[in-house]
């Protein structure tokens, strides 16, 4: 059987999620699209980022659940009912290329924990085909972990429930998405939480009420892929707390209140592609040694300016955001431009009151949205010169 890491990587064709102001006609696509996928055997609303995703068409429930005894066809939770339409994540409706649930029912399942869901889900595309046993246990009030998890668990989902402390996990060697968010989390205090845990793909810890991340809180998570830890409390994050993170593609930190951003945090990312820094406090940012980035979202933060180095080193970077700075008095052109394959660059509402002369000039994005400035009183004759691959402003 495909491992849910190759269904994975075999989706990182890119689709970018641009947040509340998204411009019209964007088909960048991104390796969230793989986070939505394999969330999306979880079949709730609550995802990691909720990054929009232009679709995943529905072919049938696909899920068959069985009921406590193992029977085909019954809810395996006290609520009864259906995975119908109507309880599907948004982001779940439309369509998006061949990608199909597939409908055929699957085998039983021996046990379930009560109270919780317990079914099979599958996808088909990209030629990659796969079965990923998920045990469903979102919005039940659980203070710990469920007692009966199938040993081979695939996908658990936690979220929205009671959990305060993260200092053991199930054994489930072949978990590969795990979902603890909008939980109580204050701090994940066991620098060998994860050892049993190795071929995991996706960790979603968002919103939650985490305060610090210890050195060494992820080691042994290689495989990991997406790790969200938006909307929390990190005010204090040691050097080294994501350390053994090689394989890691996508990172969310946003909405965190971060002042700051360290470095030596992402040394140990060689593979990341995306990074999502908004909502937060900053108001500098050092270069990144992210060669691969390809998004870089900084928007809603208190940047006045930008280094002329913040991007050096980038050198395929797609996308960069920096919308809703409202204390950037000015477009930082100078820092934009050695972003040679930029595509899209998003500066809706920065404080700015005047674009000079060469405000923009020689940008290389193809998109460019400076929508939303409010103080904006005057543009200069030559703002927008040589802008040779610009298609849309």
Not at 178 to 197: I, K, Q, T
Not at 358 to 367: I, Q
Request: hydrophobic letters at 40%; a neutral charge.
């Amino acid at each position: 059987m495909i491992s849910t890491l190759g269904l994975a990587r075999s989706m990182v064709h890119r689709h970018w999620s641009l947040g509340p102001r998204e411009p019209p006609r964007l088909a960048i696509m991104t390796t969230a699209l793989a986070v939505l996928v394999l969330l999306a055997v979880t079949g709730h609303h609550n995802t990691v980022g909720a990054v929009s995703l232009r679709g995943v068409h529905l072919s049938g429930s696909g899920d068959g659940r069985p009921s406590q005894s193992g029977q085909l066809g019954q809810s395996g939770s006290s609520a009864g009912g259906s995975d119908t339409e109507t309880d599907r994540p948004d982001w779940l409706h439309g369509g998006y290329g061949d990608i199909r649930l597939e409908a055929e029912p699957p085998p039983p399942i021996s046990s379930c924990p009560l109270r919780c869901r317990c079914y099979y889900r599958g996808f088909r595309g990209s030629g990659v085909s796969d079965r990923l046993l998920t045990v469903n246990c979102t919005g039940l009030g659980l203070m710990e972990f469920p007692e009966n998890l199938p040993a081979h668990t695939q996908v658990l989902d936690m979220s929205s429930n009671s959990v305060r402390n993260l200092t053991t996990l199930p054994r489930l060697a072949e978990l590969m998405v795990l979902d603890l968010s909008r939980n109580w989390l204050r701090v994940v205090d066991n620098r060998w939480l994860f050892e049993h845990v190795a071929q995991l793909a996706v960790l979603n810890l968002a919103h939650n009420r985490l305060r610090q991340l210890q050195d060494g809180t992820f080691l042994g998570l290689r495989r990991l892929l997406v790790l969200d830890v938006s909307g929390n409390r990190l005010h204090r994050t040691e050097l080294h707390a994501f350390a053994d993170l090689s394989s890691l593609e996508v990172f969310r930190m946003e909405g965190n209140g971060l002042f700051d951003v360290q470095r030596e945090w992402f040394l140990s990312m060689p593979s990341l592609v995306e990074l999502r820094l908004g909502d937060n406090a900053l108001s500098s940012l050092d270069a990144l040694p992210l060669p691969r980035l390809q998004h870089l979202d900084l928007s809603n933060n208190r940047f006045r300016t930008l280094d002329h180095s913040i991007l050096a080193g980038l050198d395929n970077l797609r996308l960069v955001n920096l919308s809703d700075n409202g204390q950037l008095l000015e477009v930082p052109g100078a820092a934009l431009r050695p972003a040679v394959k930029l595509d899209i660059l998003l500066l809706d509402g920065l404080g700015v009151t005047r674009l000079g002369r060469h405000a923009v000039s020689g940008l290389s994005a193809l998109e460019m949205s400076l929508s939303y400035l409010a103080e904006l009183r005057a543009v200069g004759r030559d703002a927008f010169h040589n802008l040779s691959r610009l298609r849309t402003l």
